[in-house]
């Protein structure tokens, strides 16, 4: 467990030297997205707004920022750990990932700690949302002082798990660059990003609700912009909880059949 | 310059062949068809089909479907093209054979034309498939004025030719592909004009979609296949297009011919 | 011939100091550099310290342009006219770069034809002839990524003829290569300024290599020739110590003595040192052969000899002295 714990102090430093000072963070966590999400709220322009538009069934149009600034900021989470995944795969090309099979920690703690590390440069993002939403956007309501820390629990933790499934499966994937374009993609589409899930017909919900993200998405929007209670919310929090289970299970399961073929062939490509 | 453009056609089909992109072929079909979808749901599931008065305005017609999902997919081709040209002297670099290009005396001009020639295989083949897919989520092809349509493709391919050497020039500068090229296609993607008109955007923005060669060349696309425009109808933006390939083809030119001296002298230091 | 006159290179570097401040370096790679190219020769370029010897290549074959002085080509200005000397010079590198892994041998070798103008049955001709000459005939249609490296290095040979060059510039060829692939390569070498007349230029981290294979040596320090010429002259001219060793079952004082009035008798020095085997292995150095009186010397003595040997100073111990007296 100590050593564990040293490992993975080591993977955090090593992880924030690497990115923090590198203006790779800097373009794919600030100018990326706020370009994107620019675009995303000039997209609605064509359509007609006002307070008797159709959308105001799922937004109203006061909320529409606000809406589109809690996705992107969801999305970005998500995002961070997508990139970070996908690095490593270039890691495992570099020889450097046989490390973590030969040393004696536990393989799933590992791949948790390594998310968790590349989410630390969410940190401060999410506080510039906050301070940013507090003061130029309207429409903020939020549950209560703790809303905005329990958003970001909520963020952090679905966001970390996601993170550690992607890396299993980035680590055993011949081609990494073609998962990432799809699950990436569909993630900005159908999580409820930039268009309110509620609004999609069956089969696109049903594709909606394998993303951790659009219950994130549904869990941080109560939080800040309807402020709702915590027993109304409730539901959506075991489903999160369920859905997550679900990813942490695979991720094992995926992680042991890896090691068991890796073993076998000498080889970590497993598909 | 002809053959040598012939035996880079040879030499890249060669190695798609072996090695396919199917990465980048797929990622950029699924950007495309994400697009088409994203208006699909857009239009019919969140706004129920209702439109802002000023749209119709704005781009002649009240095709909202046609007119985004044609953003998509010519969004997509335009990634597509520059990203084919413009990797194509970093990736020498990167796996050591730039040198060996380098010390032969062919001419640039017919490397980069046959680089071009060989990518438009592909990019029709992605441009194809989103089209396709836009057609059952509502692209209407039934005004299309098919000939000039396919030739302002033609001409875009030409523009974006263009633009890509500087692009080019700018990864050899930056020695970075990922960054240099994704900050481009953001800002293209918010004020070419992609998925909503550029009168929407904040005045001091619009010139920006100025510079842009996606702009006049999606904006003339459009014209030709949702209203059937015939060619001398789209000339302004033609023209447009036209001065814009030749300012980026010369500082193109300047710029990879400078970057090539610039990356000799530092890869060895 | 080529003709390299006062060629000097200055690398401008960046140097981030900070945030925002930034400051450029000048780096003199090569300084006041003059050399010439001859059909049939070999020359070599040896380095002491620092670079030089690639910036100078990439020069000659036009990759990179001089800060000042000149090199022609055949009379042709290797800056002005670059498209002309392109035609005449090639390179070939150490290592594995410069080839297209993704493609067979004989499709790389087509697609550089190309590029030099070659084309239709001249360029398959040629190849074929290259191909057989380096040995890849049979596995010309495989892709290089399943060569060898010893495979890599003959195609990259067969890449740098294929324009035919009349002058030749080997930046580390063996580097990395096994022991007898490298000693068939040096071979080649030698066959193509021999046989086909080429103008050779050849760097090398291998002096042996040098030593062998060139004609003349043109020895560089921080990009300042320090000395030029046959790599028997310069050992000779530095009038290094020629080492004598013998080795004998036992050693008496008297034969001490004696060995020690040879030495002062002839100027040099001596070293004894007892081996694991109870033997002496006795050590003379000197400007001048001791072998005759040595040996006269055990004789007089009826000492028998176990083991004679004699080193002749070699060109790496021309670079090692000319580093010491340089504090390299």
């Known amino acids: 467990m100590k050593q564990l714990g040293s490992l993975l102090l080591a993977e955090i430093i090593k992880e924030h030297r690497h990115s923090f000072h590198s203006k790779m963070i800097y373009f794919s966590l600030l100018v990326w997205p706020v370009i994107n999400f620019v675009t995303a709220y000039y997209s609605f322009a064509p359509f007609r707004m006002g307070a008797d538009s159709p959308l105001a069934r799922f937004i109203s149009y006061e909320q529409l920022p606000l809406f589109l600034l809690t996705g992107y900021l969801g999305y970005i989470f998500y995002w961070c750990l997508v990139q970070s995944s996908w690095q490593m795969s270039f890691e495992r090309q570099a020889g450097t990932m046989e490390m973590i099979f030969i040393s004696p920690v536990n393989r799933l703690a590992f791949l948790y700690g390594r998310s968790l590390s590349s989410l630390i440069e969410g940190v401060w993002l999410f506080f510039c949302f906050v301070l940013l939403a507090l003061f130029f956007v309207d429409g903020i309501q939020l549950s209560g002082w703790w809303a905005p820390p329990l958003a970001f629990l909520i963020l952090l933790v679905s966001a970390i798990v996601w993170g550690g499934f992607l890396c299993v499966l980035f680590l055993f994937s011949r081609d990494s660059s073609f998962l990432y374009t799809v699950l990436d993609e569909p993630m900005l589409i159908f999580s409820g990003v930039r268009l309110p899930p509620m609004a999609f017909p069956v089969w696109a919900k049903v594709i909606s609700f394998c993303f951790p993200l659009t219950y994130a998405l549904q869990l941080i929007r109560a939080l800040l912009m309807e402020g709702a209670s915590l027993q109304t919310m409730l539901p959506s929090m075991g489903l999160l909880a369920a859905v997550l289970l679900v990813l942490v299970t695979a991720t094992v399961v995926l992680l042991k059949l890896a090691e068991k073929h890796m073993k076998k062939t000498g080889n970590m490509v497993m598909y | ?269 | 011939m080529l003709i390299a006159e006062n060629v000097r290179k200055v690398y401008r570097v960046k140097e981030r100091k900070g945030w925002f401040r930034q400051q450029w370096t000048e780096v003199e790679a090569v300084a006041d550099l003059s050399f010439r190219m001859v059909p049939g020769k070999i020359i070599g370029l040896l380095g002491i310290n620092g670079a030089g010897k690639t910036t100078t290549i990439k020069m000659c074959s036009t990759l990179l342009t001089p800060t000042s002085g000149t090199i022609t080509v055949d009379g042709y200005d290797a800056v002005k006219d670059d498209r002309f000397v392109k035609a005449k010079v090639n390179m070939i590198a150490g290592g594995e770069r410069m080839l297209y892994w993704r493609l067979t041998g004989r499709e790389n070798l087509q697609y550089f034809g190309s590029l030099y103008g070659l084309q239709g049955q001249a360029l398959h001709n040629r190849i074929d002839s290259l191909l057989l000459q380096v040995g890849l005939y049979e596995a010309a249609n495989t892709p290089v990524e399943r060569y060898s490296k010893g495979m890599k290095q003959r195609l990259q040979i067969a890449r740098g003829l294929i324009n035919d060059p009349r002058y030749l510039f080997l930046d580390e060829p063996t580097l990395g290569l096994d022991a007898p692939i490298a000693r068939q390569l040096r071979k080649h070498v030698s066959e193509l300024a021999a046989q086909h007349g080429k103008a050779i230029l050849l760097t090398s981290h291998y002096i042996h290599e040098v030593e062998e294979l060139c004609d003349e040596v043109y020895i560089i320090d921080k990009g300042r020739l320090v000395a030029h010429d046959t790599p028997e002259h310069l050992t000779k001219s530095l009038h290094l110590d020629t080492a004598l060793q013998v080795v004998i079952p036992s050693l008496s004082d008297s034969l001490d003595y004696d060995l020690r009035q040879l030495v002062l008798d002839y100027g040099g020095s001596r070293e004894i040192a007892e081996t694991d085997e109870q033997t002496w292995e006795v050590t003379l150095r000197g400007k001048t052969d001791m072998t005759t009186p040595l040996l006269s010397l055990l004789a007089a003595h009826q000492s028998p000899v176990l083991r004679l040997s004699t080193q002749q100073p070699s060109l790496e111990d021309v670079i090692l002295h000319m580093a010491d007296r340089r504090g390299a």
Not at chain 2, 165 to 187: C, E, H, K, P, W
Request: glycine content about 8%.
């Open chain 2, 1 to 269: 310059m002809f053959h040598v453009a012939k035996a880079t056609f040879i030499r890249n089909t060669r190695v798609m062949i072996r090695a396919y992109p199917w990465s980048f072929v797929i990622g950029h079909i699924f950007s495309g068809v994400y697009t088409v979808l994203f208006a699909f749901f857009a239009y019919h599931y969140v706004f129920a089909g209702q439109l802002d008065g000023n749209f119709v305005h704005l781009t002649g017609s009240s095709d909202y479907l046609s007119y985004a999902i044609l953003g998509g997919a010519f969004y997509a081709f335009a990634v597509s093209t520059l990203m084919n040209v413009s990797r194509s002297l970093i990736t020498e670099l990167r796996e050591g054979t730039l040198e060996a290009v380098l010390l032969t005396p062919s001419m640039r001009r017919g490397y980069f034309l046959g680089n071009v020639a060989q990518q438009l295989m592909r990019t029709l083949f992605e441009f194809s498939v989103i089209v396709l897919v836009g057609a059952l989520f509502g692209l209407t092809l039934s005004h299309t004025n098919v000939w000039s349509a396919v030739l302002v493709w033609i001409l875009s391919t030409g523009a974006f030719f263009c633009q890509a050497l500087v692009l080019g020039s700018l990864m050899l500068y930056f020695r970075d592909t990922y960054i240099t090229q994704n900050t481009l296609f953001a800002v293209m993607a918010f004020v070419s004009g992609v998925t909503f008109p550029i009168p929407y955007l904040p005045e001091w923005l619009q010139p920006l979609g100025l510079i842009m060669p996606l702009a006049p060349a999606l904006d003339a696309f459009r014209q030709c296949v949702i209203q059937g425009a015939p060619l001398h109808a789209v000339l302004p933006q033609l023209f447009h297009m036209a001065a814009l390939s030749l300012i980026y083809l010369v500082i193109g030119v300047w710029g990879i011919r400078r970057m090539e001296k610039r990356v000799m002298e530092s890869i060895f230091g």
